[in-house]
Protein backbone atom coordinates (compact mmCIF):
# COMPACT_ATOMS: atom_id res chain seq x y z
CA UNK A 1 0.00 0.00 0.00
CA UNK A 2 1.24 3.61 -0.92
CA UNK A 3 2.80 4.93 2.13
CA UNK A 4 4.18 1.55 3.45
CA UNK A 5 7.31 1.20 3.26
CA UNK A 6 8.58 -0.76 -0.12
CA UNK A 7 4.97 -0.54 -1.88
CA UNK A 8 5.34 2.24 -3.62
CA UNK A 9 8.09 0.09 -6.03
CA UNK A 10 5.83 -1.13 -8.88
CA UNK A 11 5.03 3.03 -9.64
CA UNK A 12 5.74 2.67 -13.07
CA UNK A 13 4.80 4.55 -16.82
CA UNK A 14 2.37 2.16 -17.05
CA UNK A 15 -1.01 4.00 -18.35
CA UNK A 16 -2.85 1.40 -16.42
CA UNK A 17 -1.31 2.08 -12.82
CA UNK A 18 0.17 5.62 -12.52
CA UNK A 19 -3.42 7.44 -11.93
CA UNK A 20 -4.88 4.78 -10.08
CA UNK A 21 -1.46 4.48 -7.80
CA UNK A 22 -1.63 8.40 -6.96
CA UNK A 23 -5.25 8.49 -6.18
CA UNK A 24 -6.27 10.67 -9.28
CA UNK A 25 -9.19 8.03 -10.17
CA UNK A 26 -10.50 8.35 -7.22
CA UNK A 27 -10.88 11.75 -6.91
CA UNK A 28 -13.44 11.36 -10.24
CA UNK A 29 -15.82 9.32 -8.02
CA UNK A 30 -18.60 11.70 -7.83
CA UNK A 31 -20.55 9.72 -5.19
CA UNK A 32 -23.55 8.89 -6.99
CA UNK A 33 -23.74 5.41 -5.53
CA UNK A 34 -25.14 3.95 -8.82
CA UNK A 35 -22.66 1.31 -8.22
CA UNK A 36 -23.91 0.08 -5.24
CA UNK A 37 -26.84 -1.68 -7.20
CA UNK A 38 -24.91 -3.59 -9.11
CA UNK A 39 -22.15 -4.54 -6.81
CA UNK A 40 -22.85 -8.64 -5.77
CA UNK A 41 -20.34 -8.48 -2.54
CA UNK A 42 -22.48 -5.16 -1.24
CA UNK A 43 -25.67 -7.35 -2.21
CA UNK A 44 -24.59 -9.85 -0.03
CA UNK A 45 -22.39 -7.79 2.88
CA UNK A 46 -24.30 -4.15 2.93
CA UNK A 47 -21.03 -2.50 3.65
CA UNK A 48 -20.64 0.55 1.97
CA UNK A 49 -16.58 -0.23 1.84
CA UNK A 50 -17.66 -3.27 -0.23
CA UNK A 51 -18.87 -0.93 -2.79
CA UNK A 52 -16.98 0.68 -4.90
CA UNK A 53 -18.26 4.27 -4.10
CA UNK A 54 -16.56 3.17 -0.51
CA UNK A 55 -13.92 1.93 -2.01
CA UNK A 56 -12.63 5.49 -3.77
CA UNK A 57 -13.42 7.67 -0.79
CA UNK A 58 -11.38 5.24 1.04
CA UNK A 59 -8.52 5.97 -1.48
CA UNK A 60 -8.96 9.75 -1.70
CA UNK A 61 -9.31 9.84 2.15
CA UNK A 62 -5.90 7.79 2.52
CA UNK A 63 -4.20 10.03 -0.38
CA UNK A 64 -4.95 13.39 2.15
CA UNK A 65 -4.47 11.58 5.47
CA UNK A 66 -2.15 8.38 4.93
CA UNK A 67 -1.36 6.41 8.13
CA UNK A 68 -0.81 2.89 8.84
CA UNK A 69 -4.59 2.65 10.18
CA UNK A 70 -6.08 4.20 7.25
CA UNK A 71 -3.57 1.82 4.67
CA UNK A 72 -5.07 -1.26 6.68
CA UNK A 73 -8.39 -0.57 6.48
CA UNK A 74 -7.80 0.62 2.81
CA UNK A 75 -6.06 -2.73 2.19
CA UNK A 76 -9.22 -5.03 3.72
CA UNK A 77 -11.76 -3.09 1.75
CA UNK A 78 -9.64 -3.42 -1.36
CA UNK A 79 -9.35 -6.77 -1.08
CA UNK A 80 -13.10 -7.47 -0.81
CA UNK A 81 -13.47 -7.38 -4.52
CA UNK A 82 -14.35 -9.96 -7.31
CA UNK A 83 -12.98 -7.36 -9.87
CA UNK A 84 -16.00 -8.27 -11.47
CA UNK A 85 -16.40 -4.79 -13.68
CA UNK A 86 -20.03 -4.27 -13.20
CA UNK A 87 -19.21 -1.09 -11.21
CA UNK A 88 -16.96 0.58 -13.89
CA UNK A 89 -19.62 -0.57 -16.80
CA UNK A 90 -22.74 1.64 -15.08
CA UNK A 91 -20.59 4.56 -13.71
CA UNK A 92 -21.67 7.60 -14.73
CA UNK A 93 -18.63 9.45 -14.24
CA UNK A 94 -16.34 6.78 -16.19
CA UNK A 95 -14.71 6.04 -13.12
CA UNK A 96 -11.60 3.36 -13.97
CA UNK A 97 -12.82 1.67 -10.61
CA UNK A 98 -10.98 -1.47 -11.66
CA UNK A 99 -7.46 -0.63 -12.33
CA UNK A 100 -7.38 1.47 -9.05
CA UNK A 101 -8.67 -1.42 -7.21
CA UNK A 102 -6.39 -3.84 -8.80
CA UNK A 103 -3.18 -1.41 -8.91
CA UNK A 104 -3.92 -0.27 -4.77
CA UNK A 105 -3.88 -3.98 -4.42
CA UNK A 106 -0.23 -4.26 -5.28
CA UNK A 107 1.62 -6.34 -2.54
CA UNK A 108 -1.71 -6.76 -0.57
CA UNK A 109 -0.58 -9.90 0.14
CA UNK A 110 1.72 -9.36 2.37
CA UNK A 111 -0.81 -8.54 5.13
CA UNK A 112 -0.95 -12.15 5.01
CA UNK A 113 2.43 -13.31 5.21
CA UNK A 114 4.51 -14.00 2.20
CA UNK A 115 3.23 -17.49 1.61
CA UNK A 116 -0.45 -17.50 1.93
CA UNK A 117 -2.37 -20.48 0.41
CA UNK A 118 -4.07 -17.48 -1.66
CA UNK A 119 -0.14 -17.04 -3.37
CA UNK A 120 0.48 -20.76 -3.35
CA UNK A 121 -2.53 -21.13 -5.02
CA UNK A 122 -1.70 -18.86 -7.64
CA UNK A 123 1.60 -20.00 -8.66
CA UNK A 124 0.57 -23.36 -8.55
CA UNK A 125 -2.20 -22.77 -10.93
CA UNK A 126 -0.26 -20.78 -12.89
CA UNK A 127 3.03 -22.44 -13.02
CA UNK A 128 4.68 -19.86 -11.60
CA UNK A 129 7.30 -19.47 -8.43
CA UNK A 130 9.23 -22.33 -7.43
CA UNK A 131 7.17 -24.51 -5.10
CA UNK A 132 4.48 -25.29 -7.93
CA UNK A 133 5.62 -28.30 -9.23
CA UNK A 134 6.05 -29.80 -5.73
CA UNK A 135 2.27 -28.32 -5.02
CA UNK A 136 0.94 -29.40 -7.66
CA UNK A 137 2.18 -33.14 -7.39
CA UNK A 138 1.47 -32.41 -4.04
CA UNK A 139 -2.02 -31.51 -4.71
CA UNK A 140 -2.72 -34.59 -7.04
CA UNK A 141 -1.62 -36.95 -4.22
CA UNK A 142 -4.03 -35.51 -1.81
CA UNK A 143 -6.72 -35.84 -4.37
CA UNK A 144 -6.10 -39.68 -4.85
CA UNK A 145 -6.32 -40.12 -1.07
CA UNK A 146 -9.22 -37.67 -0.31
CA UNK A 147 -11.17 -36.51 -3.42
CA UNK A 148 -13.87 -38.12 -5.72
CA UNK A 149 -14.82 -37.67 -8.59
CA UNK A 150 -17.82 -37.31 -10.89
CA UNK A 151 -18.26 -37.21 -14.64
CA UNK A 152 -20.96 -34.39 -14.15
CA UNK A 153 -18.73 -32.37 -12.44
CA UNK A 154 -15.43 -30.02 -13.25
CA UNK A 155 -14.73 -30.31 -9.29
CA UNK A 156 -13.30 -32.65 -6.67
CA UNK A 157 -15.81 -33.81 -4.36
CA UNK A 158 -14.08 -34.26 -0.46
CA UNK A 159 -14.32 -37.69 0.44
CA UNK A 160 -14.02 -36.70 4.33
CA UNK A 161 -15.94 -33.23 4.28
CA UNK A 162 -14.06 -32.84 7.98
CA UNK A 163 -15.17 -29.23 9.43
CA UNK A 164 -11.97 -29.19 11.05
CA UNK A 165 -9.97 -29.60 8.19
CA UNK A 166 -12.57 -27.55 5.49
CA UNK A 167 -15.77 -26.25 4.91
CA UNK A 168 -15.36 -26.91 1.24
CA UNK A 169 -16.95 -29.82 -0.34
CA UNK A 170 -15.18 -29.31 -3.96
CA UNK A 171 -11.54 -28.31 -5.15
CA UNK A 172 -10.06 -28.48 -8.33
CA UNK A 173 -9.91 -31.58 -10.22
CA UNK A 174 -6.26 -31.19 -11.97
CA UNK A 175 -5.85 -32.64 -15.62
CA UNK A 176 -4.21 -35.99 -15.15
CA UNK A 177 -1.25 -33.97 -17.16
CA UNK A 178 -1.19 -30.25 -17.90
CA UNK A 179 -2.92 -29.42 -21.63
CA UNK A 180 0.20 -27.91 -22.67
CA UNK A 181 2.65 -30.89 -21.97
CA UNK A 182 0.19 -33.26 -23.94
CA UNK A 183 0.37 -35.08 -27.18
CA UNK A 184 -2.55 -32.69 -28.58
CA UNK A 185 0.00 -30.09 -29.36
CA UNK A 186 2.97 -32.07 -30.63
CA UNK A 187 2.61 -30.81 -34.15
CA UNK A 188 1.37 -27.22 -33.20
CA UNK A 189 4.35 -25.77 -32.72
CA UNK A 190 5.04 -23.90 -35.59
CA UNK A 191 2.64 -21.27 -36.96
CA UNK A 192 1.46 -21.92 -40.50
CA UNK A 193 0.77 -18.58 -42.22
CA UNK A 194 -2.76 -17.67 -41.31
CA UNK A 195 -3.01 -20.34 -38.50
CA UNK A 196 -5.10 -19.70 -35.61
CA UNK A 197 -3.24 -18.92 -32.33
CA UNK A 198 -4.62 -20.73 -29.43
CA UNK A 199 -4.07 -19.10 -25.60
CA UNK A 200 -5.12 -22.19 -23.25
CA UNK A 201 -5.00 -20.09 -20.10
CA UNK A 202 -4.29 -21.80 -16.83
CA UNK A 203 -7.60 -22.98 -16.49
CA UNK A 204 -7.73 -25.53 -19.35
CA UNK A 205 -3.92 -26.43 -18.96
CA UNK A 206 -4.27 -27.69 -15.48
CA UNK A 207 -8.47 -28.46 -14.78
CA UNK A 208 -10.83 -28.36 -17.67
CA UNK A 209 -8.78 -29.59 -20.31
CA UNK A 210 -12.09 -31.07 -22.31
CA UNK A 211 -12.76 -27.45 -23.36
CA UNK A 212 -9.09 -26.84 -24.90
CA UNK A 213 -9.57 -30.07 -26.51
CA UNK A 214 -12.83 -28.87 -27.77
CA UNK A 215 -11.23 -25.96 -29.56
CA UNK A 216 -8.63 -28.29 -31.09
CA UNK A 217 -11.95 -30.59 -32.40
CA UNK A 218 -13.67 -28.08 -33.94
CA UNK A 219 -11.17 -25.85 -35.78
CA UNK A 220 -9.90 -29.60 -37.15
CA UNK A 221 -13.29 -30.17 -38.22
CA UNK A 222 -13.43 -26.70 -40.46
CA UNK A 223 -9.88 -28.00 -41.61
CA UNK A 224 -7.89 -24.96 -39.83
CA UNK A 225 -4.40 -24.93 -39.07
CA UNK A 226 -3.68 -24.07 -35.05
CA UNK A 227 -0.97 -22.79 -33.38
CA UNK A 228 -0.61 -23.55 -29.94
CA UNK A 229 2.95 -22.42 -28.08
CA UNK A 230 3.88 -25.10 -25.13
CA UNK A 231 5.84 -22.71 -23.56
CA UNK A 232 2.69 -20.29 -22.95
CA UNK A 233 2.38 -18.64 -19.29
CA UNK A 234 -0.61 -17.70 -17.20
CA UNK A 235 -2.25 -14.43 -19.40
CA UNK A 236 -1.06 -12.40 -15.66
CA UNK A 237 -4.75 -11.89 -14.14
CA UNK A 238 -4.56 -14.09 -11.20
CA UNK A 239 -0.99 -12.23 -10.47
CA UNK A 240 -2.44 -8.88 -11.27
CA UNK A 241 -5.81 -9.82 -9.02
CA UNK A 242 -3.41 -10.68 -6.29
CA UNK A 243 -1.84 -6.93 -6.63
CA UNK A 244 1.66 -8.69 -8.10
CA UNK A 245 1.82 -6.24 -10.85
CA UNK A 246 5.51 -6.92 -12.04
CA UNK A 247 4.67 -10.52 -12.00
CA UNK A 248 1.54 -9.82 -14.24
CA UNK A 249 3.80 -7.14 -16.94
CA UNK A 250 6.38 -10.47 -16.72
CA UNK A 251 3.66 -13.11 -17.65
CA UNK A 252 2.13 -10.81 -20.81
CA UNK A 253 5.57 -10.05 -22.35
CA UNK A 254 6.56 -13.97 -22.18
CA UNK A 255 3.37 -14.30 -24.12
CA UNK A 256 3.61 -11.62 -26.11
CA UNK A 257 7.13 -12.72 -27.13
CA UNK A 258 5.40 -15.76 -27.96
CA UNK A 259 2.22 -14.41 -30.25
CA UNK A 260 3.18 -11.24 -31.94
CA UNK A 261 4.47 -11.12 -35.25
CA UNK A 262 3.96 -14.60 -36.12
CA UNK A 263 1.28 -14.18 -39.25
CA UNK A 264 -1.78 -15.35 -36.91
CA UNK A 265 -5.29 -14.55 -38.54
CA UNK A 266 -6.66 -14.28 -34.70
CA UNK A 267 -5.35 -14.72 -31.10
CA UNK A 268 -8.10 -16.82 -30.08
CA UNK A 269 -9.12 -18.15 -25.49
CA UNK A 270 -12.04 -20.40 -24.41
CA UNK A 271 -11.64 -18.25 -21.04
CA UNK A 272 -13.38 -15.09 -20.38
CA UNK A 273 -10.74 -13.77 -17.90
CA UNK A 274 -8.03 -14.54 -20.07
CA UNK A 275 -9.85 -12.96 -22.98
CA UNK A 276 -10.53 -9.80 -20.72
CA UNK A 277 -7.02 -9.53 -18.99
CA UNK A 278 -5.06 -9.64 -23.17
CA UNK A 279 -6.96 -6.71 -23.88
CA UNK A 280 -5.31 -5.10 -20.64
CA UNK A 281 -2.13 -5.78 -22.02
CA UNK A 282 -1.21 -2.79 -23.65
CA UNK A 283 -2.17 -0.85 -20.30
CA UNK A 284 0.71 -2.69 -18.70
CA UNK A 285 3.50 -1.36 -20.59
CA UNK A 286 4.59 2.12 -21.14
CA UNK A 287 2.71 3.40 -24.22
CA UNK A 288 5.84 4.53 -26.24
CA UNK A 289 7.66 0.88 -25.63
CA UNK A 290 7.87 -1.62 -27.78
CA UNK A 291 6.12 -4.19 -25.63
CA UNK A 292 3.18 -1.88 -25.59
CA UNK A 293 2.96 -1.44 -29.16
CA UNK A 294 3.22 -5.52 -29.91
CA UNK A 295 0.67 -5.77 -26.79
CA UNK A 296 -1.80 -3.58 -29.08
CA UNK A 297 -1.19 -5.97 -32.00
CA UNK A 298 -2.11 -9.16 -29.66
CA UNK A 299 -5.31 -7.19 -28.31
CA UNK A 300 -6.49 -6.42 -32.21
CA UNK A 301 -5.97 -10.05 -33.10
CA UNK A 302 -7.74 -11.46 -29.80
CA UNK A 303 -11.07 -12.58 -30.27
CA UNK A 304 -13.33 -15.33 -28.14
CA UNK A 305 -12.82 -19.16 -29.75
CA UNK A 306 -17.09 -18.63 -30.21
CA UNK A 307 -16.94 -15.23 -32.16
CA UNK A 308 -13.82 -16.76 -34.27
CA UNK A 309 -15.87 -20.32 -35.36
CA UNK A 310 -18.64 -17.57 -36.12
CA UNK A 311 -17.29 -15.48 -38.07
CA UNK A 312 -14.14 -17.13 -39.78
CA UNK A 313 -14.70 -20.38 -40.00
CA UNK A 314 -17.14 -23.05 -41.47
CA UNK A 315 -18.35 -23.88 -38.52
CA UNK A 316 -22.13 -22.55 -38.85
CA UNK A 317 -22.61 -23.87 -41.78
CA UNK A 318 -21.51 -27.23 -40.20
CA UNK A 319 -23.89 -26.88 -37.12
CA UNK A 320 -26.87 -25.69 -39.65
CA UNK A 321 -26.44 -28.77 -41.44
CA UNK A 322 -25.72 -31.10 -38.31
CA UNK A 323 -28.91 -32.86 -36.81
CA UNK A 324 -27.95 -31.37 -33.34
CA UNK A 325 -29.76 -32.79 -30.56
CA UNK A 326 -33.28 -34.60 -30.30
CA UNK A 327 -34.75 -34.78 -27.93
CA UNK A 328 -34.00 -31.08 -27.54
CA UNK A 329 -31.40 -29.90 -24.60
CA UNK A 330 -32.46 -26.79 -22.40
CA UNK A 331 -29.48 -25.08 -21.13
CA UNK A 332 -28.81 -22.36 -18.84
CA UNK A 333 -26.09 -20.00 -20.18
CA UNK A 334 -23.76 -17.90 -18.00
CA UNK A 335 -22.39 -15.05 -19.33
CA UNK A 336 -19.06 -14.62 -17.40
CA UNK A 337 -18.54 -10.93 -15.96
CA UNK A 338 -15.42 -11.00 -18.44
CA UNK A 339 -17.57 -11.58 -21.12
CA UNK A 340 -20.16 -8.37 -19.70
CA UNK A 341 -18.19 -5.56 -18.49
CA UNK A 342 -15.00 -5.68 -19.95
CA UNK A 343 -13.07 -4.86 -23.39
CA UNK A 344 -13.48 -8.58 -24.52
CA UNK A 345 -17.12 -8.25 -24.14
CA UNK A 346 -18.67 -10.36 -26.22
CA UNK A 347 -22.63 -12.73 -26.63
CA UNK A 348 -20.43 -14.50 -29.16
CA UNK A 349 -21.19 -18.10 -26.85
CA UNK A 350 -24.98 -18.04 -26.75
CA UNK A 351 -25.27 -17.02 -30.35
CA UNK A 352 -22.99 -20.08 -31.04
CA UNK A 353 -25.33 -22.40 -28.87
CA UNK A 354 -28.16 -20.97 -30.01
CA UNK A 355 -27.60 -21.88 -33.69
CA UNK A 356 -27.53 -25.25 -32.81
CA UNK A 357 -30.51 -27.75 -33.65
CA UNK A 358 -32.71 -28.49 -30.73
CA UNK A 359 -30.69 -26.43 -28.01
CA UNK A 360 -33.34 -24.18 -25.95
CA UNK A 361 -31.61 -21.89 -24.22
CA UNK A 362 -33.40 -21.23 -20.95
CA UNK A 363 -32.39 -18.18 -19.31
CA UNK A 364 -32.78 -14.65 -20.72
CA UNK A 365 -29.31 -12.59 -21.13
CA UNK A 366 -30.31 -10.12 -18.32
CA UNK A 367 -30.97 -13.10 -15.95
CA UNK A 368 -27.40 -13.71 -15.80
CA UNK A 369 -25.49 -12.70 -12.62
CA UNK A 370 -22.11 -13.43 -10.89
CA UNK A 371 -21.03 -16.72 -10.10
CA UNK A 372 -19.52 -15.46 -7.17
CA UNK A 373 -16.01 -17.26 -7.96
CA UNK A 374 -13.59 -14.21 -8.80
CA UNK A 375 -10.33 -16.11 -8.58
CA UNK A 376 -8.32 -15.53 -4.99
CA UNK A 377 -11.75 -13.68 -3.91
CA UNK A 378 -12.79 -17.09 -3.49
CA UNK A 379 -10.38 -18.16 -0.85
CA UNK A 380 -9.91 -14.92 0.91
CA UNK A 381 -13.46 -14.53 1.59
CA UNK A 382 -15.29 -18.30 1.02
CA UNK A 383 -18.43 -17.31 2.76
CA UNK A 384 -19.69 -14.29 0.85
CA UNK A 385 -18.33 -16.30 -2.16
CA UNK A 386 -20.56 -19.37 -1.15
CA UNK A 387 -23.44 -16.74 -0.56
CA UNK A 388 -23.00 -14.86 -3.96
CA UNK A 389 -22.92 -18.57 -5.89
CA UNK A 390 -25.62 -19.92 -3.47
CA UNK A 391 -28.25 -17.43 -4.47
CA UNK A 392 -27.51 -17.47 -8.32
CA UNK A 393 -27.59 -21.33 -8.02
CA UNK A 394 -31.08 -21.49 -6.56
CA UNK A 395 -31.93 -19.00 -9.95
CA UNK A 396 -30.08 -21.60 -12.33
CA UNK A 397 -32.00 -24.67 -10.37
CA UNK A 398 -35.72 -22.95 -10.74
CA UNK A 399 -35.71 -23.43 -14.38
CA UNK A 400 -34.48 -27.20 -14.28
CA UNK A 401 -32.13 -27.31 -17.34
CA UNK A 402 -29.48 -30.59 -17.08
CA UNK A 403 -26.85 -28.35 -18.74
CA UNK A 404 -25.38 -25.69 -17.34
CA UNK A 405 -22.75 -23.79 -19.47
CA UNK A 406 -19.81 -21.00 -19.37
CA UNK A 407 -16.81 -19.88 -21.69
CA UNK A 408 -14.97 -19.04 -18.53
CA UNK A 409 -12.89 -21.57 -16.51
CA UNK A 410 -13.36 -19.59 -13.35
CA UNK A 411 -16.94 -19.20 -13.58
CA UNK A 412 -17.44 -23.13 -14.04
CA UNK A 413 -15.70 -23.46 -10.89
CA UNK A 414 -17.97 -20.74 -9.08
CA UNK A 415 -21.36 -22.57 -10.55
CA UNK A 416 -20.01 -25.56 -9.07
CA UNK A 417 -19.37 -24.15 -5.57
CA UNK A 418 -22.74 -22.55 -5.92
CA UNK A 419 -24.75 -25.26 -6.91
CA UNK A 420 -23.40 -27.34 -3.62
CA UNK A 421 -23.81 -24.68 -1.61
CA UNK A 422 -27.48 -23.78 -2.01
CA UNK A 423 -30.83 -24.44 -0.14
CA UNK A 424 -30.66 -28.09 -1.82
CA UNK A 425 -27.00 -28.21 -0.39
CA UNK A 426 -25.91 -32.25 -0.36
CA UNK A 427 -22.92 -34.40 0.00
CA UNK A 428 -21.77 -35.02 -3.38
CA UNK A 429 -22.00 -33.79 -7.23
CA UNK A 430 -24.74 -31.70 -7.99
CA UNK A 431 -27.62 -33.25 -10.51
CA UNK A 432 -26.18 -30.36 -13.45
CA UNK A 433 -23.24 -31.01 -16.00
CA UNK A 434 -21.06 -27.60 -16.57
CA UNK A 435 -19.42 -27.37 -19.57
CA UNK A 436 -17.72 -24.73 -21.51
CA UNK A 437 -19.91 -23.69 -24.76
CA UNK A 438 -17.58 -25.84 -27.29
CA UNK A 439 -17.87 -29.12 -25.80
CA UNK A 440 -21.67 -28.88 -26.26
CA UNK A 441 -21.16 -27.82 -29.77
CA UNK A 442 -19.03 -30.87 -30.35
CA UNK A 443 -21.22 -33.05 -28.64
CA UNK A 444 -24.39 -31.77 -30.81
CA UNK A 445 -21.67 -32.77 -34.06
CA UNK A 446 -20.29 -36.11 -32.79
S1 LIG B 1 -15.64 -4.87 -9.33
FE1 LIG B 1 -17.56 -5.95 -8.80
S2 LIG B 1 -17.23 -6.71 -6.71
FE2 LIG B 1 -15.65 -5.12 -7.08
S3 LIG B 1 -16.53 -3.21 -6.27
FE3 LIG B 1 -17.03 -3.33 -8.48
S4 LIG B 1 -19.07 -4.29 -8.59
FE4 LIG B 1 -18.25 -4.69 -6.51
S1 LIG C 1 -21.05 4.84 -9.97
FE1 LIG C 1 -19.00 5.78 -10.23
S2 LIG C 1 -19.27 7.96 -9.67
FE2 LIG C 1 -21.09 6.84 -8.92
S3 LIG C 1 -20.53 6.32 -6.77
FE3 LIG C 1 -19.95 4.56 -8.03
S4 LIG C 1 -17.78 4.90 -8.55
FE4 LIG C 1 -18.62 6.88 -7.82
Known amino acids: MPGNGTRMKQDNNSPLLRPALLGENAKKCVRCGQCMSVCPVFAQTGLEGDTARGKMA ?8 PGAEQAKRLEQALGRCLLCGACQDICTAKVPTLASIAALRTKGLEELGPKTLVKLQVEALTSQGKGSKALRGAARLARQLMGRSSDKSPGLFLRFPATWFTRRRVAPKLNEKPFLESAFIKNMQHPKPGAVGYFAGCGANHIFDDSAKAFLSLAKKCGL ?17 AGDLEAAAKSAAANIELFADRGLCSIVTTCATCGSF ?50 PLDIWHHRPCHQRFSKAATDGPRLLLASIPGVNIVNAPQ ?39 AGCTGCMMGLMEGLMAGPTEKDGPPDERILHPLEVVLQALE
Not at 58 to 65: F, G, K, V
Not at 225 to 241: H, I, L, R
Open 225 to 241: AVYVPKEQECCGMAAFA
Open 58 to 65: LIAHYRQT
Open 367 to 405: EVSCCGHGGSFNIRHYDISRKIGADYASRIRRKKAPIIT
Open 278 to 327: IQSWPGLFPENSPLHARAVQIARLHQDAADFFLQKSCLPEIIRNSKGFDP
